[in-house]
């Protein structure tokens, strides 16, 4: 598990022989970006921090992309770095295709450019763009369709094979669409979140959608009420349970929810609660939902599905060892991230209220023009 979203300079992995592949981007090679300004004065030079990560379906690959606008490619049996390719924009998420063969990469100007797996040091390709910021992108089972969801509150659905070819729009969310998943075992199923606190189901193919979770409105009764909106920064699928766990941005709560393939149809099962702020969520078809967290003491939780709840496991070797190797390691997940509150809050709308300002304003030429003719009647 990495911490993917504005995070550390570090990625930290289990091998399959349970030892530790570290991996240090302010060490990786060195290529500075930097934006310039019209007269050539540097505006902003990037860091090291990993903005996005993600695995390939096999497991055999790993790639991040970091805040210097780097793309690194990784192998995983065994852990090696493979290739470093540079990319246009700053990333904003990434997803290999199912066969493996290609990288997608989604940026904060709107464009998606795949990356070759089979040929690691060819640069990108542009496959499509929108007018607006994407904040995601994910592909269909069948590596048939490519989803990508932007700022201006769009799903749009294209056929990869020729990204031009707009299938559909999933339209509905009254803000920036934060995540979008399609269910691996049910492919024509689509999960999407927004900064307007609804997870929503889809059938993404026809643009349809299927069910809407206000998940606002499904907070504990006795737990204290949310002030403001909040987005999911995650989610995660368990195929063997078809359960779904999604990780809100700014509080530390994860809903759970069950999907009932057949009845297209999600049904609200759990909540869970935390005292600190949670980094990551992933589950693990054989173990359970592992959570990672912000706390040095009890950084990683393990959860285990018991009687229809998931509950907390205590003892277990492997969450042990992990534990162990981030206690001894925690500098390297401090420093890199951004408070809680602020990985999507720039990109809610902003309102003006413009009326109430030319009103009054209005009203105090009136009063200036009568004022006037006041004095001339009355010298």
């Known amino acids: ?200 189901l889809w059938e993404y193919k026809v643009g349809k959608e299927l069910q809407c979770f206000h998940l606002n409105k499904l907070r504990n009764p006795e737990a204290t009420p949310f002030e403001k909106n909040f987005a999911v920064s995650r989610i995660t699928y368990c195929c063997q349970e078809n359960c779904i766990a999604i990780l809100c941005d700014c509080i530390p709560v994860i809903y759970i929810f069950q999907l009932e393939g057949t009845k297209k149809q999600l049904i609200y099962k759990q909540q869970l609660t935390f005292n600190h702020r949670v980094w990551d969520i992933a589950f693990e078809e054989m173990q359970g939902l592992w959570i990672l967290q912000e706390c040095r003491e009890v950084p990683v939780l393990l959860y285990h599905l018991e009687n229809g709840q998931w509950q907390p496991v205590s003892k277990h070797e492997v969450l042990k060892k992990i534990s162990n190797n981030l206690h001894e390691n925690w500098t390297m997940m401090e420093g890199g991230s951004p408070g809680m509150d602020d990985s999507f809050s720039s990109l809610y709308k902003t309102t003006f209220d413009n009326m109430t300002n030319y009103l009054k304003k209005k009203e105090e030429r009136v009063q200036q023009q009568l004022e006037k003719k006041k004095r001339r009647k009355n010298p």
């Open 1 to 200: 598990m990495s911490r993917d979203s504005h995070t550390s300079k570090r990625t930290l992995e289990l091998c399959d022989d349970d030892s530790f592949f570290i991996y240090d981007c302010s060490k990786a090679e060195r290529k500075p970006q930097e934006d310039k300004g019209e007269e050539g004065q540097t505006l902003y030079k990037g860091s090291d921090n990993i903005l996005a990560s993600t695995f390939s379906r096999s497991g055999n690959y790993f790639a991040l992309t970091d805040d210097n606008k780097r793309l690194i490619l990784f192998c995983t049996k065994p852990w090696k770095c493979l290739s470093i390719r540079t990319v246009v924009r700053r990333c904003t998420s990434l997803i290999f295709t199912a066969t493996d063969e290609k990288i997608l990469v989604a940026d904060k100007s709107g464009d998606v450019y795949s990356f070759s797996v089979l040929a690691p040091c060819q640069g990108g390709k542009l496959e499509l763009g929108h007018l607006s910021m994407l904040l995601d992108v994910a592909m269909s089972p069948d590596d048939r369709y490519i989803l990508t969801a932007d700022r201006d509150e769009k799903i749009r659905v294209s056929l990869f094979a020729a990204p031009h070819n707009i299938e559909s729009f999933c339209l509905g969310h009254t803000e920036f669409v934060s995540r979008i998943f399609v269910v691996p075992n049910h492919p024509d199923l689509l999960l999407s979140t927004s900064g307007d606190c609804t997870l929503r």
